[in-house]
């Protein structure tokens, strides 16, 4: 008897494991007052973006998520994204 396999499903599709940013590129360092290079691990929301999306390692990840932290306390980052509803 033969078992027939069923095909994968198109809709999930694997792509290839984005590489940390941060190891790929040693001298670039995790620095809480480089706005601009924290913004890309921000949601337009304000959260923090997961490690399954933005494709750092766990060790960058927490660096980057102490930086946030530090940044949204002294006030050079937003907590949440100003909505307002009227």
Do not use: W
């Amino acid at each position: 008897m033969a078992i027939d396999k069923k095909p994968a499903s198109p809709r999930r599709r694997f792509s290839r494991r984005k590489g940390c940013r941060y190891c790929a590129e040693p001298s670039m360092v995790i620095d809480y007052k480089e706005i601009r290079s924290l913004r890309y691990f921000i949601s337009e929301r304000g959260k923090i973006v997961p490690r399954r999306i933005s494709g750092n390692c766990a060790e960058h990840q927490r660096k980057v998520t102490e930086a946030i932290k530090l940044a949204r306390n002294i006030a050079l980052l937003p907590f949440t994204s100003a909505h307002s509803n009227d």
